[in-house]
């Protein structure tokens, strides 16, 4: 069983910065692929960013690239996710999620075994 949980979440104005983070316990860290989510009031959730499990691969959706940085630390179990110029758009739960995976590089974001409970990020106007 693997253990993830999220912080870092609050309320910032728009145009601010924030930064998550995504503890992970229970099994080796370094044997995961690792993923931001989000979900906005009335929406699925949706893709924000993933990490391979070397962590020489990443992926955004289009609506953060730019602006948001995946990265982890395996010293210390734990991905970040790095928020810049951030707008009332990207208001919503951020969920961390970790896929357990023999491929070093792959992106892939599909079919993610754990889950955190999420954070809460909301940006004013």
């Known amino acids: 069983q693997v253990q993830l949980v999220e912080s870092g979440g609050g309320l910032v104005q728009a145009g601010g910065s924030l930064r998550l983070s995504c503890a992970a316990s229970g099994r080796t860290y370094n044997t995961y692929r690792m993923g931001w989510f989000r979900q906005a009031p009335g929406k699925e959730r949706e893709i924000v960013a993933v990490i391979s499990r070397s962590g020489g691969n990443t992926y955004y959706a289009d609506s953060v690239k730019g602006r948001f940085t995946i990265s982890r630390e395996n010293a210390k179990n734990t991905v970040y996710l790095k928020m810049n110029t951030l707008n009332p758009e990207d208001t919503a739960v951020y969920y961390c999620?970790?896929?357990?995976?023999?491929?070093?590089?792959?992106?892939?974001?599909?079919?993610?075994?754990?889950w955190g409970k999420g954070t809460l990020v909301t940006v004013s106007a």
């Open positions: 999620a970790a896929k357990i995976t023999n491929l070093s590089d792959s992106i892939n974001y599909n079919g993610m075994d754990y």
